[in-house]
């Protein structure tokens, strides 16, 4: 079992910066596939980045692309998501969660859906005020 602990939430002004962090238990961090997903009060839960075992592929909502940076650390079990030039509609609670291990070829697409990841963080709180 994989346990995962987000860090690095609070309080920001729009047009301002914040770095998620997400701490893996499992020695087997590197074998997943990882992303981030949130949920403001109210709504859906929403995919926001995802990132491919290796590092070498990243895949972000359009809500997000070009301001958000997923990254990760296979040394150190910890996946990051770099938050730039925030707006007040990004306040949600963020989580990270864990791909099963992937057998054979999935799109960019796969990973949208939360139903396809399986452990999951508790979550860390980002409000941003306008």
């Known amino acids: 079992q994989v346990q995962l602990v987000e860090s690095g939430g609070g309080l920001v002004q729009a047009g301002g910066s914040l770095r998620l962090s997400c701490a893996a238990s499992?020695?087997?961090?590197?074998?997943?596939?990882m992303g981030w997903f949130r949920q403001a009060p109210g709504k859906e839960r929403e995919f926001v980045a995802a990132?491919?075992?290796?590092?070498?592929?990243?895949y972000y909502a359009d809500s997000v692309k070009g301001r958000f940076t997923i990254s990760r650390d296979n040394a150190a079990n910890t996946l990051y998501l770099q938050m730039n030039s925030l707006k007040p509609e990004d306040t949600a609670v963020y989580y990270c969660?864990?791909?099963?291990?992937?057998?054979?070829?999935?799109?960019?697409?796969?990973?949208?859906?939360?139903?396809?990841?399986?452990?999951w963080g508790q979550g860390t709180q980002v409000t941003v005020s306008s």
């Open positions: 499992s020695g087997t961090f590197s074998g997943h596939d």
């Open positions: 990132i491919r075992r290796s590092g070498g592929r990243t």
């Open positions: 969660a864990t791909v099963p291990q992937i057998i054979g070829y999935v799109s960019g697409s796969y990973y949208y859906s939360g139903n396809h990841y399986d452990y």
